[in-house]
């Protein structure tokens, strides 16, 4: 069978129980170690190893085979991710940003930004066009207050009466124009 690796720093730590003041390593299944023997009647328990402090040149050689793992690591990875089929370009990395904005939902952002630009454009002109609409509407209507308070002032039977009158119907009829289009300014 043969002793089972250890894969990550879980099990290692799963391994190592502190009991008082030393470890206790739990053997794994192994063909020399009494747990695994089928022949054996007693209940197992773990060997008993005294704790050692970690001398240093045994940490540099953790460290140092730590580094090289590590670093093969990212050698096998840049070798998968940069290939010489995909050696980076300003074409290929303008491509690749274009591929991240989409992933991530930049360019429709920019499609509605551009959209609520043009609705704001839009939005700003109409309210100029009824802001001028309604200017004219209320000059309009203190021109027929001034035509309604000289006709209170004339009698009938005058020419001058004739006049206003026809003025009010003409301010009444440009009137009625000026509220139309600020319906439909309002409506754009």
């Known amino acids: 069978m043969g002793?089972?690796?250890?894969?990550?720093?879980?099990?290692?730590?799963?391994?190592?129980?502190?009991?008082?003041?030393?470890l206790?390593?739990?053997?794994?299944?192994s063909q020399y170690s009494p747990q695994s023997s089928s022949y054996s009647s007693k209940a197992s328990k773990p060997l008993a190893v005294p704790a050692k402090p970690l001398k240093v040149e045994d940490a540099k050689k953790?460290?140092?085979?730590?580094?090289?793992?590590?670093?093969?690591?990212?050698?096998?990875?840049h070798t998968k991710a940069f290939t010489k089929k995909h050696q980076p370009s300003a074409?290929?990395?303008f491509n690749l940003l274009k591929k991240y904005e989409e992933m991530i939902g930049l360019a429709e952002v920019k499609v509605a930004q551009e959209k609520v630009l043009q609705c704001e454009k839009g939005l700003l002109q109409s309210m100029q066009e009824r802001k001028v609409v309604a200017e004219s509407l209320l000059d309009n209507q203190r021109k027929t207050k001034v035509i309604h308070v000289e006709l209170g002032k004339m009698v009938r039977g005058e020419d001058k009466y004739l006049v206003l009158t026809m003025q009010e119907h003409q301010l009444l009829r440009e009137e009625q124009h000026l509220i139309t289009e600020q319906r439909q300014a309002e409506t754009r």
């Open 91 to 93: 074409e290929s990395s």
């Open 24 to 29: 206790v390593v739990q053997c794994y299944k």
């Open 62 to 77: 953790l460290l140092a085979r730590c580094q090289d793992m590590v670093i093969g690591r990212a050698k096998k990875w």
């Open 3 to 22: 002793v089972q690796r250890i894969k990550n720093m879980n099990e290692i730590n799963k391994c190592l129980m502190p009991v008082g003041k030393r």
